[in-house]
């Protein structure tokens, strides 16, 4: 069976796996349209990699359904191929080029071993192609490894922890690869640790916590339900600093109710996206 343009790319329905006897994925339960980029947020151990391996027909789920193009993670020649995997530490042949590693990755998707020029100018390592993989720094092993995992235009990209490591410069980059990606029409999967650095890269979050699912939805969304205050500080008419804690239905009248009282060096601070993430972790704990 093969999917039509406007069905979900990825399809989790009550999967579960253990490892051990122990459960690392408990009940989840999402679906991933087309075009869209979503982040699968969680702490060290929360069962991220565990889901991309699944997806991937890496590891089997132990209960559940998953559907990855239309098709069982791992079966059917015409999903693998429309599929790209950044894994989480990239390891390369050393003694190969560049080209030569692309040339391999692409063997084995069924893509010609030759003439992706336009790939390696994409990730900037078009001067680099022909230099052996062993001289190459940390970021540019990352930019190969980005390059291997867009060969053939996948419909679905993996990508775990793409961004651990890499400067601000190659950060910001990987995000405008992945949103063109996105614009054509492809789905990008991209697990993190840190909710803060995908401010204005993920449409949508979903905050993993012990192998479950805690929260999904925008940004935004996550901060309206999170509900938590902003800070207000100011210099009181007495000259003292104060502190003041808000709910966001209360902000605007709280302020005018302020600059009345000849209150002066005022700042609203609206809660971080790291705290977001401490409210849901909390929440699922409580
Ligand atoms: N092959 C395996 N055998 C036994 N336990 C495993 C195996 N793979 C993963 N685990 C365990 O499953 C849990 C989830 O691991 P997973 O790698 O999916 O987490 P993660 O969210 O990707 O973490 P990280 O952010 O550290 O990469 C961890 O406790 C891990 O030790």
């Given at each position: 069976m093969t999917a039509a343009p406007n069905d979900p790319t990825v399809i989790l329905e009550g999967v579960g796996k253990s490892y051990g006897g122990r459960p690392v994925v408990s009940a989840l339960s999402y679906t991933l349209p087309p075009g869209q980029v979503v982040a699968l947020v969680g702490h060290n151990g929360a069962g991220k990699t565990t889901q991309i391996k699944m997806m991937l027909g890496l590891t089997r789920a132990d209960a559940g359904r998953i559907s990855v193009l239309g098709a069982d993670?791992?079966?059917?020649r015409a999903a693998r191929a429309q599929l790209g995997y950044l894994p989480e530490s990239v390891q390369f042949h050393?003694?190969?080029?560049g080209r030569e590693t692309l040339g391999f990755y692409a063997r084995l998707k069924g893509l010609p071993a030759r003439g992706h020029d336009a790939l390696f100018a994409r990730v900037g390592l078009l001067d680099a192609a022909d230099r052996p993989v062993r001289g190459y720094s940390k970021g540019m092993r990352q930019r190969l490894g980005l390059a291997q995992a867009l060969l053939g235009a996948p419909r679905l990209l993996l990508l775990d922890e793409p961004t651990s490591g890499l400067d601000p410069a190659l950060r910001r980059e990987l995000y405008g690869i992945v949103a063109d990606l996105a614009r054509q029409g492809a789905t990008v999967l991209l697990s993190s640790h840190a909710l803060t650095e995908l401010e204005g890269h993920a449409e949508r979050v979903i905050v993993i916590n012990q192998g479950r699912k805690i929260a999904d939805g925008s940004l935004a969304e996550l901060r309206r339900l999170a509900g938590l205050p902003s800070r207000l500080r100011f210099r009181a008419s007495d000259g003292g600093l104060r502190r003041i804690d808000l709910a966001e239905a209360e902000k605007v009248t709280a302020l005018r109710a302020l600059l009345d009282t000849g209150a002066r060096e005022i700042t609203l601070e609206d809660p971080s996206l790291d705290d977001i993430y401490a409210h849901f972790l909390r929440s699922e704990a409580a």
């Open positions: 993670p791992g079966h059917g050393l003694s190969f080029t």
